[in-house]
C-alpha cells in the first residue's frame, strides 16, 4: 500500500492506459527472456501508464508500452533491460 504522500502525489498524475493484468504482464517479461519477479510485475501492474512530467519532457511509467512514442526506441510490448545488470540476493556485506 502507497504511502499517503505517494498516494497524493499519484492523484495529481495523469495515468494513461496500460496493461496492468498481472498474468499478461507476466507473459510479456517470460517471453522477452528476463527473469520473472513477483515483486516487479507488482510494481507494473500499480503503477505502469503515470506520467511524470520533468520540465518540457514526460516519462512514462512501466516495464513496457502498449504504443511507444514513435520517436522512442521502445518496442511495443517489449522490456528494455540492461542485461548486464547483476542480481543481487541477501547481504552481500557479510
Same mark, same amino acid.
Given at each position: 500500500?502507497?504511502?499517503?504522500?505517494? =498516494?497524493?502525489?499519484? @492523484?495529481? +498524475? *495523469?495515468?494513461? %492506459?496500460? #496493461?496492468?493484468?498481472?498474468?499478461?504482464?507476466? *507473459?510479456? #517479461?517470460?517471453?522477452? =527472456? +528476463? %527473469?520473472?519477479? *513477483? %515483486?516487479?510485475? *507488482? !510494481? @507494473? &501492474?500499480?503503477?505502469?501508464? $503515470?506520467?511524470? %512530467?520533468? =520540465?518540457?519532457?514526460? !516519462? #512514462?511509467?512501466? +516495464? $513496457? @508500452?502498449? $504504443?511507444? @512514442?514513435?520517436?522512442? $526506441?521502445?518496442?511495443?510490448?517489449?522490456?528494455? &533491460?540492461?542485461?548486464? +545488470?547483476?542480481? #543481487?540476493? =541477501?547481504?552481500?556485506?557479510?
Amino acid at each position: 500500500m502507497p504511502s499517503s504522500r505517494l =498516494g497524493k502525489y499519484l @492523484h495529481t +498524475l *495523469e495515468r494513461l %492506459p496500460a #496493461i496492468t493484468d498481472a498474468t499478461t504482464v507476466g *507473459e510479456i #517479461i517470460e517471453a522477452s =527472456g +528476463l %527473469p520473472i519477479y *513477483e %515483486p516487479v510485475i *507488482e !510494481f @507494473h &501492474c500499480k503503477y505502469a501508464g $503515470f506520467v511524470q %512530467p520533468y =520540465g518540457r519532457v514526460k !516519462f #512514462i511509467w512501466g +516495464l $513496457f @508500452h502498449e $504504443f511507444p @512514442h514513435d520517436y522512442s $526506441f521502445f518496442k511495443p510490448n517489449q522490456p528494455h &533491460c540492461n542485461q548486464n +545488470l547483476q542480481v #543481487i540476493s =541477501g547481504n552481500e556485506n557479510t
